[in-house]
């Protein structure tokens, strides 16, 4: 059985080498350790294994890791994420205790997400998530409706708008994978030409990595690859 330290060793060298053949800065995509429904001793060993930045989907485990840490390893920079969909009733605690916010769809989220910031921790940094398949089973805001949001969310004293996030639809065809991305990609760059803040696209996974960062990714959103199969009971 591999350990944390070389699973993360393993992926970050598939992420160097994918940034390689596109011919892309070498420091220009983050990793981001998905830690939802894991144990603390995995993320302590990943911690030990240089990894700072970490993504969670539950409100009250994503939390309580933020506390423990924050407690247990005061001296210790972490970067955390809430990276799963965001009920009207949870943007209070999400906006005490993250860092950033990968999946805001709708300007309802937004704005409370801004109001309940408290003012002491800065701004949150935001990215909003994008439906780029047209699922209805997937979260997101339309590609049509993006600009529209961004308008408003750009005007929040709170929040930092700093790109996009996407779930593109589950194909294993290397083509159909990049078609998907860099449809997000082309967004982007529409952001960006009005927004110079906005440097942020969160997209690709275990098993579409390599296709996102020739699209453009800046971050990889990866879990079992490194913390292995997650248990999801008693889950939120």
Known sequence: MTSIKQNINQITHQIENSIQKCGRNPDSVQLLAVSKTKP???LEQAIEAGQCIFGENYVQEGIEKVQYFQKQHPTTSLEWHFIGPIQSNKTR???EHF???HSVERLKIAQRLNDQRPSELGELNVLIQVNTSSEESKSGTTAEEVMELAATINKMPNLTLRGLMSI?????????QLAAFKQLTSIQNQLRAQYPQVD????GMSG??????EAGSTMVRIGTAIFGARDYKNKE
């Open 168 to 176: 593109p639809a589950n194909v294993s065809n290397y083509a159909e």
């Open 40 to 42: 603390i001793e995995l």
């Open 93 to 95: 605690p999400i906006a």
């Open 200 to 203: 942020t696209l969160s997209m």
């Open 208 to 213: 579409d990595m390599d296709a996102a960062i």
């Open 99 to 101: 860092d950033w916010v």
